[in-house]
T-cell receptor
């Protein structure tokens, strides 16, 4: 698989490979994090979330890792499929604020 | 379940015209939000309603007004549309404000101001 930071606009992966999408969040007080998937012409779709008292959480084919020491969040997609092609972005939340969204990265799956 | 429903899906306006974007959710959520999404900018919060009967400004409220009509519905109004308001508008809802729960989004209204 390949990894990339959210400052790069596109991640291209081969179908069947694992994808890793990274996000650097800004606020050390953030205590809740979400990954969203947005397909063309659609609204953001919730994928997985994680609270700051956890380091890792797994869903179906997706895993989110949280490293609070370096304020880093990653989304791992196992066995990437064409249907995974979309824009992915992270969001962070503090209890005294509202969700702050990253700009997003495009995941492109090569057949 | 429909989740969050937005109408219309597309709209073209002339500068100075007014219109209202509609949003309804069927998840019995207490909090609702309006965002705009522009290329390279990410989602920016316009207004939100923490609970029925309350509304507050977000990051970019100028040129907009909102109404929380009831628990299900939250509308966004452009009184005098400007080209800078050309954007994709998303409505979202959440079980409760300031709680560690995800927001759920509609599929957006694509608005062009000529």
């Amino acid at each position: 698989g390949e990894s990339v930071g959210l400052h790069l606009p596109t991640l291209s992966v081969q179908e069947g490979d694992n994808s890793i999408i990274n996000c650097a969040y800004s606020n050390s007080a953030s205590d809740y994090f979400i990954w969203y998937k947005q397909e063309s012409g659609k609204g953001p779709q919730f994928i997985i979330d994680i609270r700051s008292n956890m380091d890792k959480r797994q869903g179906q084919r997706v895993t989110v890792l949280l490293n609070k020491t370096v304020k880093h969040l990653s989304l791992q997609i196992a066995a990437t499929q064409p249907g995974d092609s979309a824009v992915y972005f992270c969001a962070e939340n503090r209890l005294d604020s509202k969700l702050t969204f990253g700009k997003g990265i495009t995941l492109s799956v090569r057949p | 379940n429909a989740g969050v429903t937005q109408t219309p899906k597309f709209q073209v306006l002339k500068t100075g015209q007014s219109m209202t974007l509609q949003c309804a959710q069927d998840m019995n959520h207490n909090s609702m939000y309006w965002y705009r999404q522009d290329p390279g900018m990410g989602l920016r919060l316009i207004y939100y309603s923490a609970s029925e009967g309350t509304t507050d400004k977000g990051e970019v409220p100028n040129g907009y007004n909102v109404s929380r009509l009831n628990k299900r519905e939250f509308s966004l109004r452009l009184e005098s549309a400007a080209p800078s308001q050309t954007s994709v508008y998303f409505c979202a809802s959440q079980w409760a404000f300031r709680q560690n729960q995800p927001q759920h989004f509609g599929d957006g209204t694509r608005l062009s101001i000529l």
